[in-house]
């Protein structure tokens, strides 16, 4: 059973490429799922996958690209019921 969960990040996170290093990332990693800005100048990613790349992509997630700057990273399990069939920037 695949793990679905979403993380905010927030920082120096919009306007530096975050979005698309995530996205690399979490193809890499062979995750699906979503990332996209929040109007609140942070940004929520939301990844399902098994424990293993779910762990890889939270170490990732707490420095980001060099471009950003991570203040705080805050992580809950994902309630939500969308299918994914791949990893997009929305």
């Known amino acids: 059973m695949p793990i679905r969960q979403q993380f905010n990040v927030y920082g120096r996170v919009q306007g530096v490429g975050f ?14 799922g979503t990332v996209r800005n929040l109007s609140d100048g942070s940004v929520i990613v939301i990844a399902e996958g098994d424990a293993s790349q779910i762990t890889a ?18 992580e809950q399990p994902y309630q939500g019921q969308t299918p994914f069939s791949g990893f997009e920037i929305t």
Not at 19 to 32: Q, V
Not at 58 to 65: S, T, V
């Open 19 to 32: 979005r698309y290093f995530t996205w690399r990332k979490a193809c890499e990693l062979g995750l699906t």
């Open 57 to 74: 992509l939270r170490q990732w997630l707490h420095h980001g690209p060099r471009s950003a700057r991570v203040d705080e990273l805050l």
